[in-house]
């Protein structure tokens, strides 16, 4: 990557040059940019793609896809997050918005949810805040009313706003939450696994069962201990015309590979 030319495209000007110097900076709509360059290279045609990008990109997609095929397979209990998302592709309906917490069991959503329709997954991305998914689902359920919306949160981060069920209730916003619960700080526990000889403080935390929590506050709950009963659970909450947590309880040792390894000191 070094010394080579950048060009950014960005509707906001702020963000031109922000993480990385560019040779170019245009403030424009990406999709508006793009035709007009191609517009502009018209008359002497556009650059042909090449055959080993095009075929590389095919082998990559390819092994993905294996990849994913494979995670339908896992039936070990507690329940692997790769399996969660495997369920969660069979039985989403393809107009559902999605919107994605931080954390460790989130993260896995990036890579592992097919979307059909534009704006429907919404994602705090590199700010990273805790408990961001479900007042957000809440928001795009007053937007589209009509369309199913599903809030994905470990349970650190859903305790973070979990209150707001009873706005949900009081008011009638019959979003779904998807608890992954595996009783601790995911992302901060997954860097303590790969760079820290698994030495755990201060991740793990304790939890009651979050599907009667949310009976507390007069939503549905629903609990499920197997991977076969995920899209059962998930259609149901979907159906139930009121908010609803779905919690799956997750293998408590499977985290992603942190994005970021942290610097040592000298």
Known sequence: MSGTPI??????????????????GIQADAGLA???LLDALAPEGAPRTREAWTREAQ??????????????????????PQRVYAELRRA??????????????????YDRLHFRHPR???????????GFAFPVALGAKLGSPEAPVLA???????????????????????????????????????????????RSVGADIGNRRYDRFAELFGARGFHVEHPDQIGDALRAALGCGKPAVVEVPIDPDEFPVPATTPRRRG
């Open 34 to 36: 793009l035709s007009a």
């Open 152 to 198: 994905i949160h470990g349970d650190g981060g859903f305790l973070m706003n979990a209150q707001e069920l009873e706005t949900a209730v009081r008011h009638g916003i019959n979003a779904v939450t998807l608890v992954l619960n595996n009783n601790c700080w995911g992302s901060e526990k997954a860097y303590q696994k790969h760079f820290y000889a698994a």
């Open 120 to 130: 429907t997954f919404l994602t705090p991305l590199d700010l990273g805040g805790l």
């Open 59 to 80: 082998e990559l997609r390819a092994k993905r896809q294996a990849r994913l095929e494979a995670e339908r397979a896992l039936d070990s209990l507690p329940v692997k």
């Open 92 to 109: 989403l309906p393809p107009d559902t918005i999605v919107t994605l917490d931080a954390g460790a069991a989130p993260a896995y959503g």
């Open 7 to 24: 060009v950014q495209i960005d509707i906001d000007s702020r963000d031109i040059g922000r993480h990385y110097p560019v040779a170019v």
